[in-house]
């Protein structure tokens, strides 16, 4: 005869097995603005709860990212990293969103945020907005 059947323990999961959205989603933003002229400098900020030790900037379509320690920010439950972009030109066009760590896990991807080249928008301007989904309706 087989012995009895035992309790077995329970299973213990680490946090480097939870998926990356466990985290609330950074913000991502533009500075200075919205509308950017095309060959002048861009910063892309990232913001994210206190509990951030790094942004990671990335794009869509390629595997490329850049990492950066975070900033402490006023108010002092929030953090940034700031990713200047020296010039905005074909080669910066893309999508970009960002994620940042703690001590265990990444966060959400924020939403995305659209460098558009001006040949795909009228006025020879360069537009930066957040994007979760889809493009905005093209400008008239």
């Known amino acids: 005869s087989s012995p009895p059947p035992t309790a077995r323990p329970p299973l213990l999961c680490s946090a480097e097995v939870f998926p990356t959205w466990a985290l609330p989603r950074p913000s991502i933003s533009a500075e200075p603005g919205s509308v950017i002229l095309w060959g002048q400098p861009v910063t892309i900020v990232c913001r994210g709860p206190a509990e951030a030790e790094t942004f990671r900037l990335l794009w869509v379509d ?12 006023h108010p002092p439950h929030e953090t940034e990293a700031r990713f200047p972009i020296t010039r905005v030109s074909d080669d910066t066009a893309r999508h ?45």
Do not use: A, M
């Open 62 to 73: 390629d595997s490329n990212y850049t990492d950066q320690k975070i900033l402490p920010q």
């Open 96 to 140: 970009y969103f960002c994620r940042y760590h703690n001590s265990s896990s990444w966060s959400e991807r924020s939403e995305f945020l659209e460098l558009v080249p001006p040949t795909s928008r009228p006025g020879g301007i360069h537009l930066l907005y957040p994007n979760p989904v889809t493009p905005p309706p093209p400008l008239t």
